[in-house]
């Protein structure tokens, strides 16, 4: 596709329970970044993939939020027992950066997901 | 800890009015400083960049920013207002040999036909 992609667009789940969100990156984006767009909090960086190097997990709010980037493509956000303060729209972002460069490439968001938890 | 201020979190014009959206960051060294948009049921898109150079940075739809490096600040303006700018305004801001993105907590601008 022409830009990046995020399922599901919408996702409602029970406190408590386990939910799994995913990131397509523009092709050839070798950056990654997770963002959560929550009422109060603004935009909060989460996460952020590049290539093959160990990712900067700075932004995760609590060890129940993990994510993975399988063969440097495709991303999944994972929140373990969620709790009602996940709820908030979740941000996917990829950047063609590589080391060298990264100060010089914009960040193209997705549509985000937004998460519902009762 | 970098931190972005939008001081303004509302502001109302009428069509054909000028715009100035204020942007504060607190980090000292090399940055690059972005505006984001976010229509109403559509995603973050960039409206412009600064990363080097000419302080005064053109962007898409008739926007501009300029970077002021002794006030910290990269305001952005239009000098004439469409109903369709109506929409949220982030400023964002990342380090020289970082990633990440900090941004303000937004500015919600209502264009009035």
């Known amino acids: 596709g022409a830009g990046v992609s995020q399922s599901p667009s919408n996702k409602v789940t029970e406190k408590g329970k386990d939910v799994e969100l995913r990131c397509d990156p523009i092709?050839?984006?070798?950056?990654l970044y997770w963002y959560r767009q929550s009422l109060g909090q603004g935009l909060e960086f989460l996460i952020y993939?590049?290539?093959?190097?160990?990712?900067?997990k700075s932004g995760l709010p609590s060890d129940r939020f993990s994510a993975e980037r399988t063969g440097g493509s495709v991303s999944t956000l994972t929140i373990q027992r969620t709790q009602q303060e996940d709820s908030a729209v979740y941000l996917c972002?990829?950047?063609?950066?590589?080391?060298?460069?990264?100060?010089?490439?914009?960040?193209?968001f997705g549509p985000g997901t937004r998460l519902t938890v009762l | 800890a970098q931190s972005v201020s939008q001081h303004n979190h509302h502001v109302i014009l009428s069509e054909a009015a000028s715009l100035e959206l204020g942007c504060n960051y607190s980090y000292g060294g090399t940055v690059n400083l972005f505006w984001y948009v976010q229509y109403p049921g559509q995603h973050l898109q960039l409206l412009l960049k600064y990363f080097s150079g000419d302080p005064l940075v053109k962007g898409i739809k008739g926007f501009e920013a300029e970077f002021i490096k002794s006030k910290f600040s990269f305001n952005l303006r239009k000098p004439s207002v469409q109903w369709s700018d109506t929409a949220e305004y982030f400023c964002a801001v990342n380090r020289g040999s970082f990633q990440k993105l900090v941004f303000g907590t937004g500015t919600r601008l209502l264009v009035s036909p």
């Open positions: 993939f590049q290539g093959n190097s160990a990712p900067d």
């Open positions: 972002a990829s950047s063609p950066t590589s080391r060298g460069l990264v100060s010089y490439n914009e960040q193209f």
């Open positions: 092709s050839g984006h070798t950056a």
